[in-house]
Nanobody
C-alpha cells in the first residue's frame, strides 16, 4: 500500500519561499510509469494542479506557476519536494501530494490520482 505524507511549515510570510516535502512509503518514486504531483486547494475554491515530477526526474508545471514553482526529489529518502517562491496570501491553501500514472501526468481529472497524502494547510500571512 502506497502512502504519501506532506510536511512543512504551516505559516509562511509574504514574499518568502514556501517549501514542502512529500514522503512516500510502500513504493519507490523512481518506479517506472508513475508520476508524482503537487496539487492545492485554496479556501472556497477547487483543486489546482501545480506541477509534477516523473519517474525519470523530469518535471512539468502549471503555466500560471512555472515562474515560481520548482519540484525536486531525493531518491535516497524517497521524497519529492515543492518550492514556491514569492508567495502571497493568494497562495494560502491545503497542499496535497499525489501519484498518478505517468501516461496522464498533469491531469486535472482527479480520479486519475490513485494515491493522495492527507494534505497540509499552508497560510501566507505576516
Amino acid at each position: 500500500q502506497v502512502q504519501l505524507q506532506e510536511s512543512g511549515p504551516g505559516l509562511v510570510k509574504p514574499w518568502q519561499t514556501l517549501s514542502l516535502t512529500c514522503t512516500v512509503s510502500g513504493g519507490s518514486i523512481t518506479t517506472s510509469y508513475y508520476a508524482w504531483s503537487w496539487i492545492r486547494q485554496p479556501p472556497g475554491k477547487g483543486l489546482q494542479w501545480m506541477g509534477v515530477i516523473a519517474d525519470d526526474g523530469s518535471t512539468d508545471y502549471s503555466p500560471s506557476l512555472k515562474s515560481r514553482a520548482s519540484i525536486s526529489r531525493d531518491t535516497s529518502k524517497n521524497q519529492f519536494s515543492l518550492q514556491l517562491s514569492s508567495v502571497t496570501p493568494e497562495d494560502t491553501a491545503v497542499y496535497y501530494c499525489a501519484r498518478s500514472s505517468a501516461a496522464v501526468a498533469g491531469t486535472t481529472d482527479w480520479t486519475d490520482y490513485e494515491y493522495w497524502g492527507p494534505g497540509t494547510q499552508v497560510t501566507v500571512s505576516s
